[in-house]
Nanobody, 124 residues
Framework: QVRLQESGPGLVKPSQMLSLTCTVSGGSITTSGYAWSWIRQPPGKGLEWLGA???????YYSPSLKSRISIYRDTSENQFSLQLTSVTPEDTAVYYC????????????????WGQGTQVTVSS
């Protein structure tokens, strides 16, 4: 049973950097065939895919955020992290980390695992 848990500051000031970490247990982030993803849901809006780091360390980012986003991992701690720079109040959302399948350049959401999410508010 794979479990994921998000952690990090719940309040970030505008223009600063949002940083979150996803701790994974019950499975290795280097196991082939999986992508370790970040998704967010702003208030009153739908889910937005932010990006992912694959089992081999390769990364993929949402085009709308590519200038501000970075995803990296620490294999020794079985963790992967999200950094989002120059944040504004529009970045306020519940942030989720998730494990999804990745095969042949496509993401699959069958048998996926999600963290419970963590609220991040951007405010001065």
């Amino acid at each position: 049973q794979v479990r994921l848990q998000e952690s990090g500051p719940g309040l970030v000031k505008p223009s600063q950097m949002l940083s979150l970490t996803c701790t994974v247990s019950g499975g290795s982030i280097t196991t082939s065939g999986y992508a370790w993803s970040w998704i967010r849901q702003p208030p009153g809006k739908g889910l937005e895919w932010l990006g992912a780091i694959l089992y081999d360390g390769n990364t993929y980012y949402s085009p709308s955020l590519k200038s501000r986003i970075s995803i990296y991992r620490d294999t020794s701690e079985n963790q992967f992290s999200l950094q989002l720079t120059s944040v504004t109040p529009e970045d306020t959302a519940v942030y989720y980390c998730a494990r999804v399948g990745y095969y042949g350049g496509l993401f699959y959401y069958r048998d996926d695992y999600w963290g419970q999410g963590t609220q991040v508010t951007v405010s001065s």
